[in-house]
């Protein structure tokens, strides 16, 4: 009886140590699948001496799944911070705006602040594995009399990812 004991506990510990094998490869998984959710900035500047034009920042935010897995529901985060007043122009539907050729739709969360937080959720709801998914050709507008520092960094969710995922890049400006 007291030999059954002892195999019964030495299985026991050793199924404890092929979960923690089996974890370990299951959070290694995860990052890996993580590093490739890419998403960046793809942009141009338009800088003017005119003191009556705007200065105009032309971007796209890209995001590429290179897993294994298709991606459901994708949401990006645009989050825009300026010592003055930016206009953010875009093809998104929102509150006041709804256009059927939109594939973006602004949303709008608890806790994000309407100047500065640019939350768009897609028409298209799955993004599979190797597909690319593009918010393309928004603006950044401020006037060109007002010196201006902005950063503008992105951020990608989905069901598989709740927490996000920054983008590899972000945009800069110090004028």
Same mark, same amino acid.
């Given at each position: 009886?007291? /030999?059954?004991?002892?195999? @019964?506990?030495?299985? =026991?510990?050793?199924?404890? &140590?092929?979960?923690? @094998?089996?974890?370990?490869?299951? =959070?290694?998984?995860?990052?890996?699948?993580?590093?490739?959710?890419? +998403?960046?900035?793809?942009?141009?500047?338009?800088?003017?001496?005119? %003191?009556?034009?705007?200065? @105009? #920042?032309?971007? %796209?935010?890209?995001?590429?799944?290179?897993?294994? =897995?298709?991606?459901?529901?994708?949401? #990006?985060?645009? !989050?825009?911070n300026g010592?003055?007043? *930016? /206009?953010?122009?875009? &093809?998104?539907?929102?509150?006041?705006?709804?256009?059927?050729?939109?594939?973006?739709? &602004?949303?709008?969360?608890?806790?994000?602040?309407?100047?500065? /937080?640019?939350?768009?959720?897609? !028409?298209?709801?799955?993004?599979?594995?190797?597909?690319?998914l593009v918010?393309?050709?928004?603006?950044?507008?401020?006037?060109? $009399?007002?010196?201006?520092?902005?950063?503008? $960094?992105?951020y990608f969710?989905?069901?598989?990812?709740?927490?996000? *995922?920054?983008?590899?890049?972000?945009? +800069? =400006?110090? *004028?």
């Amino acid at each position: 009886m007291e /030999d059954t004991s002892l195999l @019964i506990e030495k299985k =026991i510990e050793d199924i404890k &140590r092929e979960m923690e @094998i089996l974890k370990d490869k299951i =959070i290694n998984i995860s990052i890996d699948n993580e590093k490739s959710i890419i +998403s960046y900035f793809n942009c141009s500047m338009n800088f003017t001496k005119n %003191d009556s034009e705007e200065h @105009i #920042i032309f971007s %796209d935010f890209v995001i590429q799944n290179n897993t294994n =897995i298709s991606l459901t529901n994708p949401v #990006i985060l645009i !989050k825009i911070n300026g010592s003055n007043a *930016i /206009d953010f122009l875009g &093809r998104f539907n929102n509150k006041t705006i709804h256009d059927e050729k939109a594939q973006w739709e &602004r949303v709008e969360t608890e806790d994000m602040d309407e100047k500065s /937080d640019y939350w768009l959720k897609s !028409k298209q709801t799955t993004l599979k594995p190797k597909e690319t998914l593009v918010f393309s050709g928004f603006q950044m507008k401020w006037a060109s $009399s007002h010196e201006q520092n902005i950063h503008v $960094s992105g951020y990608f969710y989905c069901d598989q990812y709740k927490k996000g *995922i920054p983008s590899l890049n972000s945009v +800069s =400006i110090n *004028i």
